[in-house]
């Protein structure tokens, strides 16, 4: 069962972590901090480079958090706060990966929700440090406090759509609604 968490952790946690990477910077294949603002722009999020940097930040620290199994409550709220906000953007595309839906960030929140439960197992940073095991409402308060530091992350920076049409959709004078 530990070697199983070992590498449940290190496959989830590396690839949480290089989706930071490539948010800020041109590494695996990243478009550059310019780039994961310009995402960021396009699914509607206020907040510029400062809203990239802190996805970045949070995907690098609790990926490798997660990785190491070290202050894995910690990592577990990092993990699914990042991969909410991505699930509540690609919602509305449905379920598939295909169609850029939110398969890929529902299944990492749930990778992280699991190791919440289980704990990191036996080789991990958090055993090395004495901390384990820890109380059932720790796991319960992580996943908890991940989503819904996610939502409110989504809440608070996400632009809403505008209530008046846009000047490109007025008619112009003598021009016929269609």
Same mark, same amino acid.
Do not use: C, D, E, N
């Given at each position: 069962m530990d070697t199983g968490l070992l590498i449940l952790r290190l496959v989830a946690g590396l690839l949480i972590a290089g989706h930071g990477v490539q948010k800020v910077s041109f590494r695996l294949s990243g478009s550059g901090l310019a780039?994961?603002?310009e995402e960021f722009r396009h699914d509607g999020f206020r907040g510029g /480079? #400062?809203? !990239? #940097?802190?996805? &970045? !930040?949070?995907?690098? &620290?609790? &990926?490798l958090l997660l990785a190491a199994g070290a202050l894995t409550p910690l990592a577990v709220v990092g993990a699914i706060g990042v991969?909410?906000? /991505?699930?509540?953007v690609k919602w509305p595309n449905g379920l598939w990966v295909q169609k850029d839906g939110y398969e890929y960030p529902l299944v990492l929140i749930a990778l992280a929700a699991a190791l919440a439960?289980?704990?990191p197992g036996r080789h991990s940073a958090d055993?090395? #440090?004495g901390l384990l095991p820890w109380p059932a409402w720790w796991a319960v308060t992580a996943v908890a406090v991940g989503a819904g530091s &996610?939502? !409110? +992350?989504? /809440?608070? #920076?996400?632009?809403?759509?505008?209530? +008046?049409?846009v000047p490109s959709d007025i008619p112009s004078e003598g021009e016929r609604p269609r």
């Open positions: 780039g994961g603002t /480079a #400062l809203t !990239a #940097l802190a996805a &970045g !930040a949070g995907q690098i &620290g609790s &990926g991969m909410t906000v /991505a699930l509540t439960f289980t704990g055993q090395a #440090l &996610g939502l !409110a +992350v989504r /809440a608070l #920076l996400h632009r809403h759509a505008p209530l +008046v049409p």
